[in-house]
């Protein structure tokens, strides 16, 4: 079962609202579409080889349900041995690469392999420089981050809390503006609760906004994410989507996200195979692809949600 890293991606709108072909709508507004219509085509993609670009390999590309998977293939220089003779070859070892372009999911995993190397941040910027040089036209950006597990952040809570009987003082969570960002990774619940907060941010057209909860040593701010649901869809709106969250506390230092563990999976290549095939599979809620079943979980997961809270997950 091979291991991937998992990153999720959005669409940013530029310093211009710029629309659609002649649909009159709005070209962030169908940022979905346009990464859909891309992948359709056949995303061209560039790779380096001895500091010069190297057009990469995509092969068994396949897409079904907006989800998508190929190997992505690196071009490395080989050498034969026949007696004595070195006889130099090429050899084009493969990633695969998962997009998972749903409305308000937009995750992506890469294969962590030999073929590009134990860094898969750098087949995310080959893939970067692709997306985007296709979506300058529309006016859009693409931002791939790494996501984050939610359940090592609240391990390191706990533990200041409890074990070392320190207070947060004060939280400080920046959120997006779905307006000018597209692929949010969130429950309706979350959603909703987003919209409350956005009112002045869309009113005023910034790209994010920030919320700063403070208390005091005799009143420190309660965290309890298992009692409070909103710390809970908080934490797991930040892993998710790889959004800055941090806790500040009176006798420790801070606690950003950026200090737990980026979050890894792993995923059977029967999935992909699977998928590539048009196989499906019934589990009693009717047909669909293994691979998107094992994409949803990996969601669930990262999140640390209980399964039996999951509001309308990523609809």
Request: one cysteine or more; hydrophobic letters at 35%; glycine letters at 6%.
């Amino acid at each position: 079962m091979a291991v991937y890293a998992i990153y999720t991606y959005e669409i940013r709108e530029g310093s211009k609202s710029l629309f659609y072909k002649d649909t009159g709508r709005k070209a962030i507004d169908m940022s979905n579409e346009i990464i859909d219509n891309l992948l359709k085509d056949g995303l061209t993609v560039i790779g380096k080889k001895r500091n010069e670009d190297q057009l990469l390999t995509n092969r068994h590309f396949k897409g079904r349900e907006c989800v998508f998977a190929w190997e992505l293939c690196n071009v490395k220089d080989k050498t034969l041995l026949e007696g004595h003779e070195k006889i130099p070859h090429e050899e084009h070892p493969g990633s695969y690469v998962i997009v998972d372009n749903r409305p308000e999911v937009c995750q992506m995993a890469i294969e962590k392999n030999s073929a590009f190397g134990p860094d898969t941040d750098k087949v995310v910027k080959y893939l970067s420089k692709s997306f985007n040089a296709h979506l300058f036209e529309y006016g859009l950006k693409m931002v791939f981050k790494r996501k984050w597990q939610a359940s090592n952040f609240k391990d390191i809570i706990r533990k200041r809390i409890i074990k070392q009987k320190d207070a947060v003082k004060r939280v400080v969570w920046e959120f997006p503006n779905p307006d000018r960002v597209k692929g949010i990774d969130a429950t309706q619940q979350m959603i909703d609760r987003l919209n409350g907060l956005m009112i002045f941010v869309q009113a005023s057209n910034a790209l994010k906004g920030k919320l700063t909860l403070t208390g005091s040593k005799r009143n420190p701010i309660d965290v309890d994410d298992d009692r409070i649901e909103d710390w809970a869809q908080i934490i797991a709106l930040s892993a998710q989507n790889n959004y800055k969250l941090s806790y500040y506390f009176y006798n420790s230092p801070v606690v950003n996200f950026k200090d737990v563990a980026d979050a890894f999976a792993s995923i059977d290549n029967k999935m992909i195979s699977a998928f590539e095939s048009g196989q499906l599979t019934n589990k009693g809620e009717g047909s669909t692809f293994e691979l998107i079943e094992r994409l949803d979980e990996i969601r669930n997961q990262i999140a640390d949600y209980d399964h039996e809270k999951i509001v309308n997950y990523g609809e």
